[in-house]
């Protein structure tokens, strides 16, 4: 009998713990490990050999882990990567100390990579026995193969109550008003394009498509001429045709490479105003609460993260199951939504991003077309029963804070 | 037979329209009134004779328009004070053109003036046959004598769990970093006082307690010098000993004398940057989002505030009622939460504000006491059942645009 280490990487969502009780839970029907042990921190603390024991965990803590959001293991943005090879030796050799057989790794493109070069350099070395797992998770629905990413629906669900909502609050005045709402997607327009499931959005500004400072003016007066009201939704990681961000005055580096954006939203209401297109113009920036804001967990969402865990799981059953990402399809040829879970080799998910569809996106900013809608509605369908207290959820207390 | 009218004032909450639903199925149980119409966008609206029949709602419709936020009837910031005798002799003479008796108006100390300025402007003129109700709504809780403003409890329910996700998230990685939350709250410190339900804010400022510099930044230093992270929530209202807003260098001006705040956040990410106290800090303005997030509506709230629209309607039932306001208050001498309505004079509340007591508060911005928990926690209390499709909440097309 061996362990496993299941760990958390990247950025948080809604409903990243599920994955991580699917695991737990897999493993108490069919113990295939003989522990299930959190790595704290990611990478980063496995290779500090921090660890909890998850694998007797109760039902009841199961559940309640399942609503929880945020990375209950603690995260890192530490990316380890074919030049490691120091950290990989290191890892390897924590994974043979600790009688550790599979590392599952719960996280976005960079946790891919990590798994393919991880499996990649143990191939290498002739290592048959340790073995690495991706399970996808992110608020940006950016990978590659699989259908949609766990995490994704809630943000989106949240995204697209907060637009519905603060459209029907800026309407209420008679006097002309502009609101301006930003999400996340640094590279990917999914989350905005998402806020279009209110059916309330006037003005879509996504990654994908170039800004056109003079088009989106002249979009903006024409709905403010006929209605006095327009609703703007932007992408943080929108840019204009030279790939310069919107928010580029506020760009800063978040140690990965990547830009920390915020400010497209701010840069709008500041072209908005400078030309008199309107004088009145409120702006919304989501932050951190669009990706764990988990009291809108969408049924859907959190099912499939908790089930993929499993899925995971029982495959890691077969030894020769490594470098992979479990996946989601959906089952073809039936009206209804259902999906399956498939494996893929986690090296074609790393590093590459998933756009949002251009064909999906309506001509002058005006949102997306029905295919979207089709994609999107059932993603974010149902609402789970939460376990609560004196009017608010019960959560897990961090374990990384245990 | 006579008509009454109902409209709504000031700034939208989550709950407002459960007040006008409580006043039309009460009359559909007892017809006070021939007709119930609905007055659109304020006092502006009524002075211009827009109204909407109301008085044969559908229960299903009547059930829709309990869980749709922000006024329905759209809203107006025009405020009919004791000066405006045309506007008043305009707007007696439109209830006698319609054959209205009573004006029910929704809103907060804005609309209980107006309230109180129309009783006294028909008392003045011997004008016995027109009556004005006032029922309270105020995401900001300010309003005195009541126990609580219907609107206040979804708002602050919104709040505490925002505040609740979003630590969770700012916490997983091991890097310093700092949150901070902005609420709404003018003058009083009522919103972001209800953050601490979350029972995770380490610094609370409100617009009550003089904001010191100095202590603040020994607060936050001695906190991330235990923990490395630090969450902080603030009014939007919260001010220096001399009186001046944090986020003064942003006042702008509302039409209502009111300053328009925003950026008391944006100060102290500045002031905890600049003075190195951190190096990372995020920043979340929740903006109109936090007052009308219906999805998180507290069944406590919503049940309140469609009854108090009841018990106007059915107060008014005697011919004499005219000028008063309906209310809140805790049934003494139990040990479990239960609320009576009674009524109060409009001019006991207009133009008065209810501050969040000082003695509720923790020394050195440390929160709040028991005393404010055991306020707070009942209001919160339980989650509707909503009417969703497509996976979101269904709600009402406006009237004001049908």
């Known amino acids: 009998m061996t362990k496993c280490i299941v760990a958390q990487s990247g950025g948080p969502t809604a409903v990243i713990n599920a994955t991580v009780a699917g695991i737990v839970k897999a493993n108490q029907m069919n113990p295939v490990y003989d522990k299930v042990l959190g790595g704290l921190n990611g990478i980063e603390g496995v290779l500090q050999e921090k660890f909890v024991d998850l694998t007797d965990m109760s039902d009841e803590e199961n559940l309640i882990l399942r609503q929880t959001p945020s990375s209950a293991l603690g995260s890192c943005r530490y990316k380890l990567n074919r030049q490691k090879t120091e950290d990989m030796d290191k890892l390897i050799r924590i994974m043979e100390k600790n009688d550790v057989e599979t590392l599952f790794y719960v996280g976005g493109n960079d946790s891919m990579d990590t798994v393919a070069a991880l499996s990649e350099y143990a191939a290498a070395h002739g290592i048959t026995n340790r073995r690495f797992v991706g399970c996808p998770k992110t608020v940006d629905n950016d990978l590659m193969i699989t259908d949609h990413c766990p995490g994704f629906a809630s943000a989106a669900k949240f995204i697209a109550n907060t637009a519905l909502q603060t459209w029907y609050d800026v309407n209420v005045y008679t006097r002309q008003e502009v609101f301006i709402l930003e999400t996340m997607g640094r590279d990917a327009g999914w989350l905005a394009a998402a806020s279009c499931l209110s059916e309330k959005v006037d003005v879509l500004i996504v990654p994908e498509v170039a800004f056109d400072k003079d088009k989106f003016l002249e979009v903006v007066s024409k ?6 009201h327009c609703y703007i939704v932007v992408s943080e990681g929108a840019r204009f045709a030279n790939g310069e961000y919107l928010a580029a005055a506020e760009a800063k580096n978040d140690g990965f490479g990547h830009a920390v954006l915020g400010g497209a939203a701010k ?26 804001h988990a009291t809108e967990q969408s049924l859907t969402d959190v099912t499939e993260s908790f089930e993929l865990g499993m899925s995971a799981h ?8 490594t470098g992979k990402m479990v996946g989601l399809t959906r089952k073809p040829g039936i009206d209804k939504y259902d999906i399956d879970f498939f494996a893929v080799e986690a090296e074609k998910v790393a590093n590459y991003v998933k756009n949002f569809p251009v064909a999906w996106l309506l001509d002058d900013y005006a949102g997306i077309t029905e295919a979207a809608f089709e994609y999107f509605r059932p993603l974010i369908e149902g609402t789970p029963q939460f376990i609560t207290k004196n009017g608010l959820p019960v959560y897990i207390k961090p374990y990384y804070l245990q």
């Open 223 to 228: 709905k403010l001429a006929e209605t006095n």
């Open 267 to 292: 840069y709008l209401e500041g072209l908005l105003l400078s030309t008199g297109t309107t004088k009145r113009c409120k702006v919304l920036d989501l932050s951190t609460a669009q990706r764990s």
């Open 314 to 321: 029982m495959r890691s059953a077969d030894r020769t199951f």
